[in-house]
C-alpha cells in the first residue's frame, strides 16, 4: 500500500491566478496520475506524471494549463493557471505502487479548488 | 477499453445484503474487474480486484460469471458508513490509464 497526502487541503483563489497543488508518497512510485472531480461527478484523469520525463496530458488538458513536475520518485506538483470560475473543482492524486496496470491505484485526500 | 454500465443509485436499510451489478460486455482477454468506494470529501479507496469466479476479502465479495461479462460487488451486512459512491473498473486502456465511470451513489438507510 502506500499513504499520499496532498497540499493544501483546500484553498479559494481569485481569478486568473495560479494554484500549485503538491502530493507527497511515503514510497517510491514509478506511476503517479492527477484526476479532476467535479461536484457530484466522477473522475478524470488529467495527466500521469512521469518521473524524469514530461507528463503525459489526456485530452482536453493541456501543458499550459495544468503543468506537471516530478522531480523524484515520491513527490509531484500539479499547478492550475490562469484560474477561472470552472476550474472550482477537487484534484486528487494517485500512485500506483506495483507499477503493473492491473495493480490498484491508491489516493490522495484530495484538493478542494474554489475560483471566485 | 471496455465500457462499464452501473446503477446511478441504490437504497438499502442497515443490515442488509448489498449486491451492486455491473456490465462490462466488451472486456478483453486480460482485463481485470476492481471496484473501488468513495467517502464524500476523500479519494476513491480500493475494495476488491478480480479476475474470474468469486473473490472475498474482509470488505467484500467480487461474483464474476463464467463469461465475465458482469460482476456483481456483494457488501455483506451494511452499517450507514457504507453510504458511498462505488466505481466498477474493467481493465485499462491503450496507453494504460485507469479510467473512471460514473459509479454507483449507495445510500443505507437506518
Known amino acids: 500500500s502506500a499513504v499520499i497526502s496532498q497540499k493544501p487541503s483546500r484553498d479559494i483563489c481569485q481569478r486568473g491566478t495560479s494554484l500549485t497543488i503538491q502530493c507527497q508518497v511515503d514510497s517510491q512510485v514509478t506511476m503517479m496520475f492527477w484526476y479532476r472531480q467535479q461536484p457530484g461527478q466522477s473522475l478524470t484523469l488529467i495527466a500521469t506524471?512521469?518521473?524524469?520525463?514530461?507528463?503525459?496530458?489526456e485530452s482536453g488538458f493541456v501543458i499550459d494549463k495544468f503543468p506537471i513536475s516530478r522531480p523524484n520518485l515520491t513527490f509531484s506538483t500539479l499547478t492550475v493557471s490562469n484560474m477561472s470560475p470552472e476550474d472550482s473543482s477537487i484534484y486528487l492524486c494517485?500512485?500506483?505502487?506495483?507499477?503493473?496496470?492491473?495493480?490498484?491505484?491508491?489516493f490522495g485526500p484530495g484538493t478542494r479548488l474554489t475560483v471566485l | 477499453l471496455a465500457k462499464t454500465t452501473q446503477p446511478v443509485s441504490m437504497d438499502s436499510y442497515e443490515g442488509q445484503e448489498v449486491n451492486i451489478t455491473c456490465s462490462h460486455n466488451?472486456?478483453?482477454?486480460?482485463?481485470?474487474i476492481t471496484w473501488y468506494q468513495q467517502f464524500p470529501s476523500q479519494g476513491p479507496r480500493f475494495i476488491i480486484q478480480?479476475?474470474?469466479t468469486k473473490v472475498t476479502n474482509e470488505v467484500a465479495s467480487l461474483f464474476i460469471p463464467a463469461d465475465r461479462k458482469s460482476s456483481t460487488l456483494s457488501l455483506p451486512r451494511v452499517s450507514l458508513s457504507d453510504t458511498a459512491v462505488y466505481y466498477c473498473l474493467v481493465g485499462v486502456g491503450r496507453d494504460d490509464k485507469i479510467i473512471f465511470g460514473k459509479g454507483t451513489r449507495l445510500h443505507i438507510l437506518p
Open positions: 494517485s500512485v500506483e505502487p506495483g507499477g503493473r496496470k492491473t495493480d490498484t491505484q491508491y
Open positions: 478480480g479476475y474470474k
Open positions: 506524471a512521469n518521473q524524469g520525463s514530461e507528463a503525459t496530458y
Open positions: 466488451n472486456i478483453a482477454t486480460n482485463d481485470y
